[in-house]
């Protein structure tokens, strides 16, 4: 195997996604690209609103903006931007040393958990969760432990609070979820939070909250509360892949606390975990982004295309939970083997990803971040998919 071996694991954990986006290169190249249905990637098609384009401008014909090294954690006045914006939103007291810019929130994600996980530790998520946890925890050298959701992939407290052994860590939370759709409630977190401080005085060991929330903007007709009131020893992590669509430029950033324990210890330990592997968020972008504080895409391009798409699936007959948030759909395979459902879509050049994947097998994975178009003319092929199996 000329790979290392502790990269053969990944490698196979990385390779459904990737199989369906090289399948969809495939299929493209020989059906046309209109013929076939690719819902396999959450890549933002939504363009960035208009002012991104102005502000990046304004910044390049900017004589006095900085290309050259600056703190690790990023750029003082960006992080004061952060800081401002989150205090005014969430009234949580955050000063620019406890935010660090990062390269994304794989980048977030990444550092917090190097800079909070001993070796052999492990990290607490409910599944399904997304697929890059295992990335992130491996690179953590943390033992990725997960606990089963309610029937409605909200959370299960007593399924977390039996999973968190003396070797639990960190928690780690996506919502609004991908691969699922959910928004969890305020009442949900406030227990999760009662939950974490029973458990951190069981074990005599702080437990951290790490709060994964590049979708927060993308929500539909909820409210996605702040887990800042939650519990206090959490790390807000986000970016503006989604919200903004430029998942290509890398940016987003961490959050910790200030009432964390340890606050400013773990924001610098992350500050510092950045430095040893990508040294700082892209220069240019940390100031797109600080200048545009509370900016959005267009959400109801994704409300619409959940709306349509949500209809044309229950007419078919499939089911599943309206998410609430994010833009995916997670099904039940109306067969047990997802993954062979998934193939039956196939047969009708729709691609889309199996729950397995996911750590929620009997359920397959639909991104709605593509043109109205592939989701109606999809219908047919989803409604034949059905039917072969019924
Ligand atoms: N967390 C979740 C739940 C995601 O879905 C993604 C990307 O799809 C990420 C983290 C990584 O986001 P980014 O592209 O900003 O690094």
Redesign the pocket.
């Known amino acids: 195997m000329p790979i290392a071996d502790k990269m053969v694991k990944m490698v196979e954990a990385a390779s459904m996604i990737r199989k369906m986006f090289e399948e969809g290169i495939r299929m493209k190249e020989k059906f046309g690209a209109d013929h076939v249905f690719d819902f396999s990637l959450?890549n933002p098609d939504v363009p960035p609103p208009k002012i991104m384009q102005e502000t990046l401008l304004d910044l390049i014909h900017d004589d006095t903006v900085s290309h050259g090294y600056m703190p690790n954690p990023g750029f003082m006045h960006v992080r004061q931007a952060v800081a401002d914006y989150l205090n005014q939103t969430f009234n949580v007291g955050l000063t620019p040393d406890l935010i660090v810019m990062t390269v994304?929130?794989?980048?977030a994600?990444n550092d917090c958990l190097r800079a909070l996980i001993n070796p052999g530790e492990e990290l607490l998520t409910p599944a399904p969760y997304?697929v890059?946890y295992n990335q992130y925890a491996f690179v953590a050298g943390a033992t990725l432990i997960t606990a089963s959701t309610r029937p409605d992939f909200h959370l299960d407290l007593e399924a977390i609070q039996t999973a968190i052994t003396e070797k639990t860590r960190v928690v780690l939370i996506?919502s609004p979820n991908?691969p699922t759709g959910a928004v969890y409630s305020a009442e949900e977190l406030d227990g999760l939070g009662r939950v974490l401080e029973a458990a951190s005085k069981k074990f005599d060991k702080r437990i951290y909250l790490i709060s994964?929330e590049?979708y927060r903007k993308i929500a539909y007709d909820v409210t996605v509360p702040s887990v800042f009131d939650a519990y206090n020893h959490t790390i807000v992590l986000t970016?503006y892949?989604k919200e903004l669509s430029l998942?290509g430029e890398r940016i987003?950033y961490l959050a910790v606390h200030p009432k964390a324990e340890d606050a400013r210890l773990i924001a610098g330990a992350a500050g510092v975990a950045n430095t040893m592997m990508y040294v700082n968020a892209p220069s240019l972008f940390q100031q797109v982004v600080g200048r545009l504080q509370g900016i959005t895409v267009d959400i109801d391009i994704y409300r619409r295309r959940r709306d349509i798409f949500c209809q044309g699936l229950k007419q078919a007959g499939y089911e599943f939970d309206v998410p609430d948030g994010a833009f995916y759909l997670f099904p039940k395979s109306p067969i047990e083997n997802d993954v062979e459902f998934v193939n039956l879509l196939k047969d009708q050049n729709i691609l889309a990803v199996p729950g397995t994947g996911f750590g929620g097998p009997g359920h397959f994975r639909l991104s709605y971040a593509v043109p109205d178009k592939t989701i109606i003319d999809s219908l047919p092929g989803f409604k034949k998919a059905i039917q072969s199996v019924k």
């Open positions: 959450g994304g929130a794989a980048g994600l997304f890059g996506n991908n994964d590049p970016s892949s998942a987003g």
